[in-house]
């Protein structure tokens, strides 16, 4: 004899709402790079990570100047 289990009110209300939660989360997107962005704006940097990577970006050498500016500002 199978045993059929029935979801009272309660149960049922919080099977929708877990059911709306989940759908509401989905995100699609059209392309890879736009998946990438999304994340990274939602994802917080760790501290650590943070400060060596602020650490390495200082040692880098300035860019030049565009040869417009050279020109425009002689």
Do not use: C
Request: aromatic letters at 6%; hydrophobic letters at 30%.
């Amino acid at each position: 004899m199978k045993r059929q289990t029935k979801l009272n009110q309660q149960e049922q209300q919080q099977t929708q709402a877990a059911e709306q939660q989940t759908q509401k989360s989905v995100k699609e997107f059209a392309t890879p790079e736009e998946m990438l962005r999304y994340d990274a704006a939602h994802t917080p940097v760790p501290a650590g990570i943070a400060q060596r990577l602020q650490q390495s970006v200082e040692t880098l050498p300035k860019p030049a100047r565009p040869w417009w500016r050279r020109l425009w500002n002689k």
